[in-house]
Each structure stands twice: as structure tokens, then as C-alpha cells.
């Protein structure tokens, strides 16, 4: 896949985010995460998603799963043109979805509130791209603050 | 988590060979699993599911997601009283999935057919037991070979 330049990358993380917001707005955990197919024509959106633990009382849509759920079946070329990106560090059930569909590039919003597994997506030939976006943090990081016990039941903490 | 016999392993199988069968008589991909908790009282079935790509239209649900999403939102206490039974060996992404909520015990129907994240779930400190089970092989040996392009897609390979 040709290099993507960082500033195509806003659009993406923008639809991440407002997936993110969205989800805050419900009550929910304030994930998102966008999926981008890249080809000569340009940078098509699969689809978005995000965390919708709390909406659905679900234990795996978290918002990189939602958004390849969102996706649908797709052939293994597809997932192999895309970027992902997502508000927060993938967590390695994600990271594992990511490694199962050689998705090829991977887009950070931020890691400061938690690191998932950016290494192992690294170690596998995935090209990671850490935005520090303080919108991201700042969602991320009040959520946390107000609702610790939802957090760590999403993330298998106790 | 004391030890488990492996002939109770045989009851947790039993049930996600029982969903394997059921996703190949819908024309799905024959892959079950299920989720059990272990206590003082004995082996308690928390849920269990089934690979539903050609039913549902999923890029997710593969037989142990299906079963932890079944389940639904539980404590990380729970899952670490926990068995996972798959009648196949687990993709990166179930693994991963494994991982998020700690389940310390992983039971294989048969990793002739595929080999997934065996070893990154043991490198954590996963234990996992092979049964080496004739239904489990015969059954996904049939699906592959009746219909490759779906499981090609399943796995994420062209």
C-alpha cells in the first residue's frame, strides 16, 4: 500500500471520533473507530462504529469490532487496502481482529489512557500511527474518571 | 483454578460440538463453542455459540465471540473461573479475545484443520488442552473442502 499522508488521516480519525461522541452521548463508552479503503480513486469509508457495551449490553462490540461487524462480509483484498483507525489503543481482542484480517495500517487517536497491542500489531508488520488527539484524551479520559467500573469491565479488569 | 478433569471436558465439548453441528445443518461455518464456569458446586454453562458469517452476515462472529457475546457483560471475576471449549483451534482474533478477559483455560476440539493463537495464549500463561477430537475434525474437514472460498474469507486469507 502507497504511503498515506497524515493529513488524509484527519478525515478518518474525524469519523472515529464522532462515532466516540456519539457513543458518549448514549451513556456509552466512548470508543470509535472508522474503517478506510484506499485506492487510486482515493479514500472510500467502509463503515464506523463504535463501543456499544453499555447500549447493547454487549462484551464484544467494542468499537474496532463494531466497525468491522458494521462492515460485513468483506474478501481478504479489501481488509488489505484499509486503514483502521480507532480513538484509543486497540485492545488485543481488536488487535487480534486486526491480525486476522491483515489490515495493513493502523491509526491511534491516543494511548495515554491505555496501550493495548500496539507492539504486537508492530511485531506483525502493521504500520502504527499514534495521533495524540487531545479530543480523544479528553472524552477518554473523563469517562474514565466517572465511570471506572465500566471501564474495567470493558477491558477485563476487575 | 484447581485442576479440571478432562473427563468434565467432555460435557463442555459435547456442547460446542452440539453448536458446530447446528451452524452446518444452517449451511454455516461449522465452528461451535462454550463458556463455562467452574466453582465449589461443580460446572455451571454460562452460554455457548456458533461461527454465524453465512447466517448473519458477520465479520465477527466466530464461534467463541458469538459465545462470549451471548453471555453478555460479566464481571472479570467470572471469566476467571472460566473454561472456553472451541471445537477448532482459535483465530488471533478470538484469541485475543480469550486474552482481554483472562480466561485461564482453553479446550481444543482439533488443530489439524487450522492452527490459531495457541502459542501467544500459552506465552500468557493460558492453559491449553487439545482433545484431538475425530467429530470436531471430520466435520471441518468436510466444510473446507465442500466450500473453501468461505473459510478462505473466515480466516482472513485470499
Known sequence: MAPIPVDRDALGMQRAFEEADAGAKEG????????????????????SGRNLRIQKGSATLHGEICCLETA???K???????TIYTTLSPCIMCTGAILLYKIPRVVIGENVNFVGGEELLKKNGVEVVVLDDS??????????KEKPEEWNEDIGDE
Open 28 to 47: 456509552g463508552i466512548p470508543i470509535g473507530s472508522a474503517l478506510v479503503q484506499h485506492d487510486d480513486s482515493g479514500d472510500h469509508l467502509i463503515a
Open 135 to 144: 479530543r480523544c484524551k479528553e472524552l477518554m479520559a473523563k469517562f474514565i
Open 76 to 82: 481478504a483484498d479489501v481488509y488489505r487496502k484499509c
Open 72 to 74: 460485513g462480509r468483506l
